[in-house]
Structure formats: C-alpha cells, structure tokens
C-alpha cells in the first residue's frame, strides 16, 4: 500500500488570550509530529484579536522557526471565524485543528494520522463525559438535545472542533460561504469518510475559558438558526393555537353578552391575555429577528473577518 501521498500536515490552533499554553502547546506539538516523519509541517496560529501577549509569543516562536505561522485578527472575531481563518490557509493534505489550552489531548493526532492514512476523509473526535465541570457537561448535553430536535442535522454531544480533515473536505467546506459559520454542523452533512476516535478531555491548561455564559447562549443560537428554519414554524403553530383559544373565548363572550349575564369589568383576563399574547409576539418577533440579521449580514457580503498580520500567504 502507498500511502505516501499523505505526507503533509496543517494544524490550526485558534487562539485567544491564551499567553500561558502557547509555548507548551507547541513544544507538545513539535515532540508528538517530529517522530512522525512527515515531509511538511506548518502549525498556523490563528489570533482572534488577543489583548495579551499571545501574539508576541507565537511572533517569536514564527522566528526561531518556520513551521510556524501566524495570522493575526483586527479584532476578536470569535472561535469559528479564526477556525475558518486557519482552515482558508492551510495549504498541507491533513490539516488537524485543536484549541489551545491543552484540552484537546496532542498525544491523539498520531492516532488521527493513521486513520487518515488508511482512508478517512474525517477524523472527529468524541469527548468522554469524565473530567468535565457538571455545568459545562449539562449545558452541553442539553444545547446537542435543542439543536438536534429542531434542525434535520444531527450532531453528536462532545464532538468539538478537534478533528482532523483531508484537504478536499476543506476544499469542499470553502464553498460554504455563509457569514454565520458553524462549522461543527456543516462537517458532518459533508459526506466523505468519516471516523471517530474517544479521547478523555484535560483540564484547561493556564487561563480561563473564553466561553462565556452569553457567548454560549449566542452559539447555540447560531449553531439552531444556522442549521434549520424550523423555529419560524413555531409562530405559525402559536398563532393558530392562540386564534383557535380566541375563537372559543370569543363565543363565550357572544354568549354571556347575548343572554344578559352581568358583564364585569373583566380588567384581570384582559391584561393576562394582552401580556401573554404580547410576551408571545415578542418571542417570535425576535426568532424572525435572527433569521433576518442573517440574511442582511450574508447581504452585505462583508468578509468574515479582518487579518491584521500575518507571513503565511493563501492563494
Ligand atoms: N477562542 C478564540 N476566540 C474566542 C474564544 C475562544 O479563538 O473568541 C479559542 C480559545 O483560545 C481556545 C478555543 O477557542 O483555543 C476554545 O476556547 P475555550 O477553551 O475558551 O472554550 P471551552 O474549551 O471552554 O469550550
Ligand atoms: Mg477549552
């Protein structure tokens, strides 16, 4: 069997004030991808608008040496925008993509290469459960539950952006130009041969997680929104529930006027409905909302994000 032709291997490493892992990182990296004997190696720091000093780090390591390359954000664009960001420049035929706080276990890419070489087009991985904080695992769990059950694709819980990809599925993911990426939903409707290998995650290396409480609320919403348009039919099925319930309130109201009944100031029923039906418009207002900043987001054709640096060219 020749193999030889998958001799070449990116990996991209989104990164955002993470001064404290960089330099461990790439010394993890350097002493688990020399044994392998590859013919080329590029390790491509993506910096998402860092304020500390991750940027001088990498800068130095790209000095002493060229494997290692850089591009650096205007601002902070998010995770799955530098992702893309390294995905666009990698040039190698593996390109494996990591986190860089050492969560995503290095010692696995030799195990990805080797799936790869006998013929996965994708290598995910898995995350066990052990090891996570409760909150992180739950919120998880529960966000996987959401956006599976409102969109046809169905995405596995625990599978993050570690993963190694053959550059013909980067090829291929290139053509999805939508401004509101979410990369772990479009990989796996992809096709191509995919496997899957387990890891147990480490603790965060130095640093804090970047996820924040709302930043997290905003990529479920993105991964729901950019997946489906299934939550638009939820302000149909109100609508025709709320119609019908003010079908039969109404005859009831026919009914008590017509026969003479007393008719008290119903001051109570009416605020709770004009509050309820309120609360509900608004919801739904705010699901077309999202849908309708997408589509004037992908209509201004901006660029997804803005390199400020970098010594890595894409052509
Ligand atoms: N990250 C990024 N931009 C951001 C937030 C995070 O590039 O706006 C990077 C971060 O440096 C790390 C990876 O994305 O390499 C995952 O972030 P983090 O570890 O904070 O997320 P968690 O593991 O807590 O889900
Ligand atoms: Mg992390």
């Known amino acids: 069997m020749d193999h030889s032709f998958k001799s070449s291997l990116s990996v991209v490493i989104p990164t955002y004030n ?8 790439y010394t993890k990296l350097k002493e688990t991808i020399a044994p392998l004997r590859l013919e080329a190696v590029e390790f491509i720091f993506v910096d998402d608008g860092s304020q500390d000093q991750s940027l001088q780090i990498i800068k130095k390591l790209a000095a002493k040496d060229t494997q290692v390359k850089y591009l650096s954000f205007s601002r902070n664009f998010g995770h799955q925008l530098a992702l893309k960001a390294g995905l666009d420049h990698a040039k190698f035929q593996g390109v494996v993509s990591l986190d860089a706080d050492l969560q ?7 195990e990805m290469i080797n799936k790869w070489k006998s ?10 459960d052990q090891g996570l904080p409760w909150f992180k695992r739950t919120s998880s769990k529960l966000f996987y539950r959401l956006v599976n059950s409102l969109s046809q694709v169905k995405l596995e819980d625990g599978v993050a952006d570690f993963r190694l990809l053959d550059q013909k599925v980067i090829i291929a993911l290139r053509e999805y130009k939508e401004s509101n990426l979410f990369i772990r939903g479009i990989i796996p409707s992809l096709g ?5 290998i387990e890891y147990i995650p480490n603790e965060r290396f130095a640093g804090e997680t970047k996820y924040s409480f709302s930043k997290m609320i905003r ?6 929104t950019s997946l489906s348009a299934k ?11 709320f119609a019908m319930l003010a ?10 006027f017509a026969f003479g009944y007393e008719t008290v100031p119903g001051w109570t029923s009416i605020i709770a409905s004009i509050l309820l039906i309120g609360g509900i418009q608004l919801i739904m207002i705010g699901i077309i909302g999202v849908y309708l900043g997408k589509v004037f987001a992908q209509s201004k054709q901006r660029p997804h994000y803005i390199v400020e640096e970098k010594n890595i060219l894409n052509d």
């Open 119 to 128: 013929g996965a087009d994708v290598v995910y991985s898995k995350r066990k």
């Open 247 to 256: 079908f039969v309130y109404s005859i009831y109201a026919i009914y008590v």
């Open 104 to 110: 995503h276990p290095v010692e696995l890419i030799p």
């Open 219 to 224: 990529f479920a919403l993105t991964g729901i």
């Open 231 to 241: 939550p638009l039919y939820f302000s149909i099925y109100f609508g025709l529930f």
């Open 192 to 196: 191509f041969k995919q496997e899957a």
């Open 18 to 25: 993470e001064e404290g892992n960089i330099e461990l990182l």
